[in-house]
């Protein structure tokens, strides 16, 4: 067998800059944008939790049982690994549920999530109007977000929705599910038609009906947007004695920042969300709720390595990442009249057609990681198994505009970075080690180039659809050889991530 090459840094500063875009084959740019990333072989830093599969967001309960969406979650199911789902208005007007508790539907929801494997991740929302105090209506769908004209009667709801769960699908089914009352109760504006104080007294109320039931259910909330009330409702339910198993926020890159951190621009985006689940930690850190769970059941970002960078620096902080939302099938603010745009294309990490985007194969290579983390320098995530065989994530931060609330609102896609030639040194690793890589950015593991080339149909035809779906697909890994030091070179545009495992 012929030696393995061992390359000099003035080999590698060459190739850095010939894997580059014609305009930036300069030495002094391969000097700048190259970089190099460890992985220690030989040392193992602890248990990697997979926080980013336990849920995932998605739309209104309705929408659920619709055959387009089953499809979209049992591919998250079976090719990301999910566990959960989380969506808004099981007790929706659309649903029937009313004031008597009408479940009919409500089974039909849950059947069709557990019939594929998934558990619910149940939101009490929104106000069936029979109940509520007022009219306010959120969304396409004209959920009412009142307060309750009587907190007793929607007591009442509460207690016997969770007594039908338990008698339908067993307390030990639903010990293992998760609830939280509302939604974004702080944005009154859109979800909530009340106070603060109104909507601690529904999460009192909710949170006593659901421990009436069977104690040992989990109740969290208060479910805010932007990392808001966290100090304010635990001091409350303190005070009220009111249980709270776990803690759920939200919060997206392109929120907020002086309302959330005090500062305008103190962060780049892509370490918005990082920072904020941080934040959130140390707020209930700080009560007698410390080291309950913290559940970040709403983010988003459409960059591959603005999503692993996010996980990864959040890892110490929370129990669970959701990122909003699994489906293409989605109509919060509006049927979209379009499958693809330019910009800020908008929520749904499968398009409709279950067209995966970048975001949904980003959550496919994650899901090849396994539970046992390696120490790693750089921009990576890593993982080996009992056998030895080693996975690791490479991505290339770039700063990306994220879209501040409304999906597609942009058509204009802004980022800040290079292309690298990026040096993977696996500590440990025998010369020759045969890797297999797979990819992805915005243009491998991607539906844009295909639908682009088609001339970007806003309705593609069912043949454009059957092509961009099988363009978007994850490509078969490249297979790869380590040099005499463990390393190999990946060529990486901004935002693109790449899996290096073992063969």
Known sequence: MDEMPVWTRR?????????????????????????????????????????????MGSDRAAITMREPWRKDLERFKNEAGLKRVRF????????????????????????????????????????????????????????????????????????????????????????QWYFEAWNEPNLTSWFWGGTQEQYFELYKASARSVKAVDPSIRIGGPATSAIQWIPQFLEYCEKTGTPVDFVSTHIYPGDDQAMIFGKADRYREYDVVPAGVALARKQIDATRFKGAELWLNEWS??????????????????????????????????????????????WGMLAR????????????LLNRLSDRRLAVKGPALASTTDSGKFAALVWNLADVQQAPGIPGASRERKVTGTRKAMLVRM?????????????????????????????????????????????????????????????????????????VEAV
């Not at 992985?39 to 980013?52: A, S």
């Not at 998934?118 to 209506?137: D, I």
């Not at 907190?151 to 008698?167: A, D, T």
């Not at 970002?301 to 699994?326: E, F, K, N, R, V």
């Open 88 to 175: 808004h208005g099981i007790f929706n007007d659309e649903m029937g549920v009313g004031a008597n508790g009408n479940f009919q539907n409500v089974n039909a929801v849950y059947d069709g999530l557990l019939d594929r494997g998934v558990q619910p991740f149940v939101e009490l929302s929104f106000m069936p109007q029979a109940l509520a105090s007022g009219t306010k209506k959120f969304g396409f769908y004209r959920a009412d977000v009142s307060p309750p004209r009587s907190m007793e009667k929607w007591s009442e709801l509460v207690e016997k929705f969770v007594r039908h769960l338990v008698q339908r699908y067993g307390a030990s089914e639903v010990r």
């Open 301 to 346: 970002s459409d960059s591959p390595a603005m999503i692993a960078h996010a996980i990864t620096q959040s890892l110490p902080h929370c129990h669970a990442m959701g990122q909003w939302q699994i489906s293409g099938e989605y109509e919060e603010n509006m049927v979209a009249n379009w499958v693809f745009k330019e910009g800020q294309n908008g």
């Open 353 to 364: 057609g279950s067209v995966a985007k970048p975001e949904f194969n980003t959550y496919k």
């Open 11 to 55: 080999q590698f500063t060459a190739l850095s800059g010939a894997v580059g875009a014609a305009a930036l084959t300069s030495p002094a740019w391969a000097e700048e944008a190259s970089q190099v990333v460890e992985i220690d072989l030989r040392r193992e830093t602890g248990k990697l939790d997979h926080i980013w599969s336990r849920v």
């Open 427 to 499: 500590r440990g690793a025998q010369a020759g080690q045969r890797v297999q890589v797979s990819y992805v950015d915005q243009e491998r593991g991607s539906p844009y180039p295909a639908w682009r080339a088609m001339g970007s149909p806003q309705y593609p035809t069912r043949e454009q659809m059957d092509a961009i779906r099988k363009s978007a697909e994850l490509a078969a890994p490249e297979l790869k050889m380590l040099n005499g030091r463990g390393e190999i070179i990946l060529d990486l545009p901004p935002e693109g991530v790449a899996l």
